[in-house]
C-alpha cells in the first residue's frame, strides 16, 4: 500500500526487492526527511540482501540547494541501509537528470546509478543489469 506526504508517495514494487517514491510538484525539506524515513523503515528487513530505489521524478520540478543537500544525506543513509542502485525516472528532462547526478555525485558513495525516460525502463534496468 501506498504511503504519501505532500509531493511524495512511497511504494513497494510487488514480488522485488525494489521501493520507488514518485514526487509530484514542488518538494520541502520535510518530506524529502519523511521520504528517507519511509523509505529505509520498508527497505529495513532487505538490508543484508540488499535492495534498490527508484526514484520517479518525472512530474517534479527541480530542487533548490537545501533540498539538494538533503537528497545528498538521503543517498547516504539509503547506501548504508543495503541499496545497491538507484534508478531515476525523469521522462525528458535534462535539468531533472543533471540534478539527480549532481547530487548521487556529491553523496561520494559510488553507488550504481541509471537515469530513465520510463519506469518500465527503469524496472528493466535493475532486473537485467542489477539483478534485483
Known amino acids: ?14 514480488g522485488r526487492k525494489i521501493v520507488m517514491s514518485t514526487g509530484v510538484g ?3 525539506i520535510d518530506e524529502l526527511k ?6 529505509l523503515a520498508s527497505a529495513n528487513s532487505w538490508k543484508q540482501t540488499g ?8 512530474q517534479m520540478s527541480p530542487v533548490g540547494p537545501a533540498e539538494g543537500g538533503e537528497l545528498v ?5 539509503f547506501v548504508e541501509a543495503g541499496c545497491q542502485a538507484f534508478a531515476f525516472v525523469e521522462g525528458n528532462s535534462i535539468m531533472l ?9 556529491r ?20 532486473k537485467d543489469e542489477i539483478k534485483i
Open 73 to 77: 544525506k538521503m543517498t547516504k543513509a
Open 1 to 14: 500500500m501506498a504511503k504519501t506526504n505532500g509531493a511524495q508517495t512511497v511504494e513497494l514494487i510487488t
Open 34 to 39: 519523511w521520504l528517507t524515513e519511509t523509505v
Open 51 to 58: 535492495w534498490a530505489y527508484i526514484a520517479d521524478c518525472s
Open 26 to 28: 514542488k518538494t520541502n
Open 97 to 105: 537528470k543533471i540534478q539527480a547526478q549532481k547530487n548521487t555525485q
Open 107 to 126: 553523496s561520494e558513495t559510488g553507488i550504481m546509478e541509471g537515469h530513465f525516460a520510463t519506469r518500465e525502463e527503469a524496472l528493466a534496468w535493475l
